[in-house]
């Protein structure tokens, strides 16, 4: 009797160590989650290796991959591993004033060896995604990927049942349960509550603000035009007297650069003292020596043709414009902006100036001084940041840095 209590226990504190291990690397992803997310002013993680971008915690949990129902994946996980904890006491816990409901699960490494084998399938279907589709992988998930196997393999191999039979024991035992009216009333209350929690969450995106992120800007992505375009006034995008000046290093042939104008202009929009202001970086080496090759044949027209409207105190709109309508050649330029209201013989001259060219080369210098390497990019107070950021990410570096919100 005393070796089947003992085995009993070795038997428990297994899955035990597994679980809270688990419970461990959850409350660990979580914490990157949140840094990922809601705090912009957090460095890498831990498990995000800067040299080699396949090792990326934080791409990860940035991604829309990383949640289910607008409930990030890390909090499943730990409410997996509470869960198996606490099936795991259930014997001890039904004895307990307020926890006799308990008695209900008469099978718990059954139910643990099915929720694990679910769990662990789950893993590999998340593993297929962060390898296939996102090329990261994120060290933290690898090992609660194993934890999750093992957990199912030890549960099945303590029920003395397969898989097929722990998975049938719980359905037979969750069945019967439901027919004591106590435990029907609780699953159906547990299950409504769930329900309006889970469309709350799976609709607001109050726990995954990435989701909103990536629906904005595909959204954005679909507009025809640039609808914050009127925001503009001349040569100034936002306040003039702002406290926090966005410099936007920018590239009027990159692709990329077009939401980056976007989103720019809905800061505008939406902030009260912040100002962009436009710096020019083709990536074209008929201008810019640090280009080898050609690349973006005609960028550096297109940028003496925004400097050139500055003149006018167009800047704005001809960077709208050749974002936007993507003309074919300078000539196309012009003809477009007749219709705009240029005077297009002073915008040829001006094009044609050693000013507007002195002008240029002093931007690019700008941009090559802050260590500028491509577009789009943009700097605040001499910080920079690289490619187009999720719109909620921008707002939060901006906030950090003291920018207000228009009420």
């Known amino acids: 009797m005393e070796k089947t209590i003992e085995i009993r226990i070795s038997k428990n504190v297994i899955l035990y160590l597994l679980a809270i291990l688990g419970l461990i690397a959850t409350v660990a992803l979580a914490v990157v989650y949140y840094n990922a997310n809601f705090n912009p002013a957090a460095g890498p993680s831990f ?6 971008p396949v090792v990326n915690c934080d791409g990860i949990a940035k991604s829309v991959n990383s949640q289910f129902l607008g409930i990030p994946l890390a909090y499943w996980g730990m409410l997996f591993y509470l869960v198996v904890i606490l099936l795991l006491g259930s014997s001890k816990l039904k004895n307990l004033r307020g926890f006799g409901w308990m008695e209900v699960f008469k099978n718990p490494c059954s139910y643990i060896a099915t929720l694990g084998l679910f769990s662990f399938l789950v893993s590999m279907i998340l593993a ?135 989103i720019m202009h809905k800061v505008a929009q939406d902030f009260s003292n ?79 100036s050693a000013d507007v060219k002195k002008e240029l080369l002093a931007d690019i210098d700008e941009a090559t001084e802050m260590n500028v390497q491509g577009t789009p990019a943009f700097s605040i107070k001499g910080k920079l940041y690289v490619g187009v950021k999720p719109y909620n990410e921008l707002k939060a570096i901006l906030i950090e840095e003291g920018a207000k919100k228009n009420k």
């Open 47 to 52: 498990c995000t290796d800067q040299n080699n």
């Open 274 to 352: 912040v100002r962009i202001e436009f710096v020019h970086y083709p990536l074209d080496n008929a201008c810019n020596k640090n280009i080898q090759s050609p690349f973006h044949v005609g960028a550096c027209d297109y940028a003496k043709l925004a400097l050139a409207a500055k003149k006018q105190d167009k800047l704005w709109k001809m960077v709208n414009i050749l974002f936007e309508e993507k003309p074919g050649s300078v000539n196309d330029v012009y003809s477009v902006a007749k219709g705009e209201g240029f005077d297009v013989k002073k915008l040829k001259a001006d094009f044609a």
């Open 128 to 262: 297929l995604v962060s390898f296939i589709s996102l090329k990261m992988i994120c060290v933290l998930c690898v090992v609660t990927y194993f934890v999750n196997l093992f957990i199912a393999l030890f549960a099945s191999e303590f029920s003395g049942e397969t898989f097929g039979a722990a998975i049938k024991t719980t359905v037979v035992d969750f069945l019967e349960s439901l027919k004591v009216q106590k435990y029907l009333r609780a699953f159906v209350v547990v299950l409504t509550l769930a329900v309006i929690f889970l469309a709350v969450t799976g609709t607001t995106y109050v726990l995954t603000p990435q989701v909103n992120d990536v629906k904005f800007m595909d959204q954005l992505y679909e507009k025809k035009t640039n609808e914050y375009a009127d925001v503009a006034k001349g040569n100034i995008l936002g306040a003039k007297d702002a406290k926090v000046v966005v410099k936007m290093y920018s590239d009027l042939q990159c692709p990329y650069c077009v939401m980056e104008n976007r």
